[in-house]
């Protein structure tokens, strides 16, 4: 498609619970991002994806927090025994590939799942 | 209902009015400046770029200054319109598909 879709648009879930959130780039973009928005402020880079490969998970949680990316399906974040603090929105973008390295490629951000854990 | 931030900084103008919104970005290193605009429950849109190599670079109605010396970035919006009422972000990068450094956003309220 042409723009990136996430899916849900909202999920609701207990504290222990596990949350799937998932996201659809746009269709020729090799990277994925995912952010974490915490009440509409500063957002927290989470981990990316070229293509199905891990390109950086610098900002992933270690515990709990996990992620794929596997050909023709849409990318995933999963988060095992939800706690409190992971409500937020939490955004994937994507972006094309560059010929060269030293170009910028533009993130196009999708609407955003928020998550809600009570 | 939806939360809202807490502690952004608002700027408040009367429509036709000029904006003006500025951010301090934190890595000397970053060579790639966006700026976005984020409307209630949507994700960020882009609105316009700089490269490290420039201090200056107009768009539709906004312009964006880079100050390299002291790590500031302003973006202008010219004739403010209520569509313009949203939350701006500003952001950094490296070149490449490295990941985005955003700032504290701004709550920009436009008065008609």
């Known amino acids: 498609g042409e723009e990136v879709a996430q899916t849900p648009k909202h999920l609701v879930r207990g504290e222990g619970q596990k949350a799937k959130l998932y996201c659809a780039p746009i269709?020729?973009?090799?990277?994925v991002f995912w952010y974490q928005q915490v009440l509409k402020n500063e957002f927290k880079f989470l981990i990316s994806?070229?293509?199905?490969?891990?390109?950086?998970e610098t900002g992933m949680p270690k515990e709990r927090f996990s992620a794929k990316c596997l050909p023709n399906s849409p990318c995933s974040l999963e988060i095992q025994a939800t706690k409190l603090e992971d409500s937020a929105v939490y955004f994937c973008?994507?972006?094309?590939?560059?010929?060269?390295?030293?170009?910028?490629?533009?993130?196009?951000f999708g609407p955003g799942t928020r998550l809600t854990v009570l | 209902g939806e939360s809202v931030g807490l502690h952004l900084p608002t700027l408040s103008v009367q429509e036709g009015d000029n904006s003006i919104i500025n951010c301090a970005y934190s890595?000397?290193?970053?060579?790639?400046f966006i700026w976005y605009k984020q409307e209630s429950g949507k994700g960020p849109q882009f609105i316009i770029d700089?490269?490290?190599?420039?201090d200056k670079r107009q768009g539709q109605r906004v312009t964006v200054l880079l100050n390299k010396t002291v790590k500031h970035l302003s973006l202008q919006i010219a004739a403010t319109q209520p569509g313009d009422s949203a939350v701006y972000f500003c952001?950094?990068?490296?070149?490449?598909?490295?990941?985005?450094?955003f700032g504290k956003g701004t709550r920009l309220s436009v008065i008609a």
């Open positions: 269709k020729g973009h090799s990277y």
């Open positions: 890595n000397s290193a970053s060579d790639y």
């Open positions: 973008a994507s972006s094309r590939t560059s010929g060269r390295a030293s170009s910028y490629n533009e993130q196009f």
């Open positions: 994806f070229q293509n199905e490969n891990v390109f950086d």
């Open positions: 952001a950094e990068t490296n070149s490449g598909n490295t990941p985005l450094v």
């Open positions: 700089i490269r490290s190599n420039m």
